[in-house]
């Protein structure tokens, strides 16, 4: 017997921006899709059109390629399943919703929103789940021939029997048993002609070949709905695999409250996609050994959904600076450039035309004190402008009376030498230092100060020689001259 092609699908609502969720939803659809030789599917859920957002679609395709996560059939890609946007198939979710209504399995309903309301807050004074009652579904065929004659508004509804315990088996959360009970009659074709979730994504799992679900933890109780239109239609339910949920610290939902949660900002941060992607694969998989730090290739091969596990993840920020750093080590000076430069370009240094030689000296200086790359603008500005201010506690500590005459020699020095090198500065700091009679330090922390503004950084003379002689000595010069007792 052929094996069936594995076929996957990630299926976000387009709501503007990638949540890490998201991604880590996108990464491990990927990753099943590619170590089983699978096709990974895109489809753009965007059936809620209270919830539309000009230009979403495609900064998710976007944000997707920029983590490596390449798909084989979706908008704009195109695939022998299309279209991938929910919103260009309403004829299809129709069609089927019309047949479940021939076939006694929905109905129509013609129920107002305020009718809705009132039998809501009834039902919910009582204590009671608050159901939809039914009602439309007494109505005779006459009625609702008036009605749909007359009426141009109603809804369609999915019939839910009751008393029915509903099992399913998921790859990670196992068993799962929910009462028929608890679920509303539930709306396919809403009063806008659109299709719910629930409709669009059944018929578009079945129709697009998907095998596998494998989504957040959040859309289970959507299941049984899911799993009686399987039954209703006679179509055959594709595993399923719930993620366990993401948390903050503090173990509540993970939220924007607490941090950032849109994959575009950490890109903003200039975090690498490497990081981030290795981080999120951690947010609910580990490889089952002490190793931590894994390229997209070694999540391929060692990713397994049997290590996925049921609790909570939690998103620990100090964790992705930490796993960020590391993969900044196993890049050059030169490969962080273009993520400085687009950093850059979206700060208020946009105008700065900085050499490629610049920038990489900027980031050897950095990159050992940095967990992102805009860490470098964070914590040494300097680097793009003269500093706005001096450390009150440096200057309280290094600047004394005599710090600007010996600044002074130390600028005569420095002006004699010819393109210098880290070690030319140095030297004729130690030989100012020297014929003043006083120690370095003296001489040391004040230009420190008077070059960065701060009292810490990369290496004294690293500093010096990026920003270079002419920099240096009017730096100095300007810090001599505001620096008043
Ligand atoms: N459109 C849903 C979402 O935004 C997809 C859930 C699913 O994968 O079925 O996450």
């Known amino acids: 017997m052929i094996s069936k092609t594995i076929r996957i699908r990630f299926a976000p609502s387009p709501t503007g921006y990638l949540h890490v969720?998201?991604?880590?939803?996108?990464?491990?659809?990927?990753?099943?899709?590619?170590?089983?030789?699978?096709?990974?599917?895109?489809?753009?859920?965007?059936?809620?059109?209270?919830?539309?957002?000009?230009?979403?679609?495609?900064?998710?395709?976007?944000?997707?390629?920029?983590?490596?996560?390449?798909?084989?059939?979706?908008?704009?890609k195109g695939g022998s399943f299309g279209p991938y946007i929910q919103s260009e198939r309403l004829d299809i979710y129709r069609k089927y919703a019309e047949q479940l209504v021939n076939d006694g399995k929905a109905y129509y309903c013609f129920c107002?929103?305020?009718?809705?309301?009132?039998?809501?807050?009834?039902?919910?004074?009582?204590?009671?789940?608050?159901?939809?009652?039914?009602?439309?579904?007494?109505?005779?065929?006459?009625?609702?021939?008036k009605n749909l004659a007359v009426r141009s508004t109603y809804v369609i509804r999915m019939?839910?029997?009751?008393?029915?315990?509903?099992?399913?088996?998921?790859?990670?959360?196992?068993?799962?048993?929910?009462?028929?009970?608890?679920?509303?009659?539930?709306?396919l074709i809403k009063s806008d002609g659109y299709p719910t979730y629930h409709l669009a994504n059944v018929v578009d799992d079945h129709l697009m070949k998907v095998t596998h679900v494998i989504r957040g933890e959040e859309w289970l109780p959507s299941?049984?709905?899911?799993?009686?239109?399987?039954?209703y239609f006679g179509w055959e339910i594709p595993k399923l695999a719930h993620l366990p949920l993401l948390l903050n610290a503090d173990r509540s939902k993970l939220s924007k409250r607490q941090g950032d949660v849109a994959v575009e900002d950490y890109k903003a941060k200039g975090y690498l996609k490497e990081g981030l992607v290795n981080f999120v694969a951690f947010l609910g998989w580990n490889p089952g050994d002490e190793?931590?730090?894994?390229?997209?290739?070694?999540?391929?091969?060692?990713?397994?959904?049997?290590?996925?596990?049921k609790a909570g993840a939690i998103f620990n920020i100090e964790k992705l600076n930490w796993i960020n750093l590391q993969h900044i080590h196993q890049k050059t000076n030169e490969d962080l450039i273009p993520i400085l430069k687009?950093?850059?370009?979206?700060s208020k240094y946009k105008g700065l035309n900085l050499s490629d030689e610049y920038l990489a000296n900027v980031i050897g200086a950095m990159r050992v004190r940095i967990?992102?790359?805009?860490?470098?603008?964070?914590?040494?500005?300097?680097?793009?402008?003269?500093?706005?201010?001096?450390?009150e506690n440096v200057l309280k500590k290094h600047w004394r009376q005599e710090t600007p005459n010996q600044l002074s020699k130390l600028i005569k020095e420095y002006s004699l030498l010819q393109n210098p090198t880290k070690e030319d500065y140095e030297t004729a700091l130690k030989k100012t230092a020297e014929q003043?009679?006083?120690?370095?330090?003296?001489?040391?922390?004040?230009?420190?100060?008077?070059?960065?503004?701060?009292?810490?950084?990369?290496?004294?003379?690293?500093?010096?020689?990026?920003?270079?002689?002419e920099e240096v000595i009017k730096r100095i010069e300007t810090a001599i001259n505001k620096i008043k007792f």
């Not at 019939?159 to 709306?187: C, G, M, T, W, Y």
């Not at 190793?291 to 596990?309: A, M, N, Q, T, W």
């Not at 420190?448 to 009292?455: D, E, F, I, Q, Y």
């Open 342 to 346: 687009e950093i850059l370009s979206n």
């Open 159 to 187: 019939k839910v029997p009751e008393n029915r315990i509903i099992k399913f088996h998921d790859l990670i959360r196992e068993e799962v048993e929910i009462a028929s009970d608890l679920i509303d009659d539930q709306v």
């Open 436 to 469: 003043l009679g006083i120690g370095a330090g003296k001489l040391i922390h004040p230009t420190r100060l008077a070059v960065s503004g701060m009292g810490e950084g990369p290496g004294l003379y690293d500093i010096l020689f990026t920003l270079g002689k």
């Open 291 to 309: 190793r931590e730090i894994f390229s997209l290739d070694e999540l391929v091969k060692e990713f397994s959904l049997e290590r996925v596990g």
């Open 21 to 76: 969720g998201g991604l880590r939803t996108a990464l491990y659809n990927y990753l099943f899709a590619r170590q089983n030789k699978g096709v990974f599917i895109l489809r753009i859920e965007d059936t809620d059109r209270t919830r539309y957002v000009e230009g979403a679609v495609e900064n998710l395709i976007n944000t997707l390629r920029w983590a490596g996560l390449d798909f084989d059939e979706g908008p704009k």
């Open 371 to 391: 967990n992102y790359v805009s860490g470098i603008l964070e914590k040494s500005s300097y680097f793009f402008e003269q500093p706005q201010s001096y450390d």
């Open 223 to 231: 299941v049984p709905k899911h799993i009686l239109l399987y039954e």
């Open 112 to 145: 107002t929103s305020e009718r809705l309301e009132k039998m809501r807050d009834d039902l919910e004074g009582t204590g009671a789940f608050a159901k939809y009652d039914k009602t439309c579904l007494k109505l005779s065929q006459s009625d609702i021939e």
